[in-house]
């Protein structure tokens, strides 16, 4: 009874597989799935996505005036709590069914349809991208400019908003450049930026703290505890 059930599952699954492969060539597509990149070249696509260090130095404009140590250290820590609760249930959804089935199992009949076409046909992980991409491109560019100013004498050089988003520009036509190139390129690239991003890391982490005289060091006390609002301060 069990071997005939299989069977017949067997059968049910090739019959619709090959109704995918049909209804693929009526549209004009050959079913066909390329792996372009190794295991390493995906890890640093998603490694460069996270974005750990430009992520951390993009939100600094907002965290040191208004707050300081303590509003980094404690609001990074209590945001990542609930941030690994997103992944926890997202990791949960993703190892029962493929994201366009969310829809399906998250919302109702009435909407299930436009829903799945949604996330299926890519739309809004196209709309979640592009977004993704000009955040980043900003953060770019608002590091940059920074440098300019640190590297200045006296730090003389302030950035205006104009200087910014012209160098964000910038960052985004060499961004769409970058990525008009085949994607054999990128994916040999992904090499270079792993060992990039691991150097920067360990850089940042471990031989910038270890070369900092221990006179420009801040306490422990300071780092966890010292609260600084200069936004009060200035009024």
Request: proline share 3%; hydrophobic share 55%; charged share 10%.
């Amino acid at each position: 009874m069990d071997e005939t059930k299989s069977a017949g599952n067997t059968k049910k699954a090739v019959a619709v597989a090959r109704a995918d492969e049909e209804l693929l060539a009526s549209l004009g597509y050959k079913q066909e799935f390329q792996r372009a990149f190794s295991g390493i070249e995906t890890f640093g696509i998603a490694f460069s996505i996270i974005g750990l260090l430009p992520s951390i130095a993009s939100v600094l404009f907002y965290s040191v005036p208004n707050g300081g140590p303590s509003a980094m250290i404690w609001g990074w820590m209590t945001a990542s709590i609930f941030i690994l609760f997103v992944g926890m249930a997202m990791a949960e959804l993703g190892s029962a069914a493929p994201t366009s089935w969310w829809s399906v199992l998250l919302d109702t009949l009435a909407v299930i349809k436009a829903l799945a076409e949604l996330v299926g046909m890519d739309h809004a992980n196209t709309i979640g991208s592009v977004s993704a991409i000009a955040s980043i491109d900003w953060g770019c560019a608002v590091q940059i400019m920074a440098a300019a100013s640190i590297g200045s004498r006296d730090q003389s050089f302030v950035a205006t908003f104009p200087q910014t988003f012209g160098v964000y520009v910038c960052v985004v036509i060499t961004h769409a450049f970058i990525c008009c190139f085949g994607t054999q390129l990128l994916a040999r690239l992904q090499n270079v930026y792993v060992a990039l991003n691991v150097l920067l890391c360990l850089a940042v982490i471990i031989a910038l703290p270890a070369a900092t005289p221990k006179e420009s060091r801040n306490t422990a006390i300071f780092a966890f505890g010292n609260f600084t609002n200069c936004v009060s301060l200035r009024l």
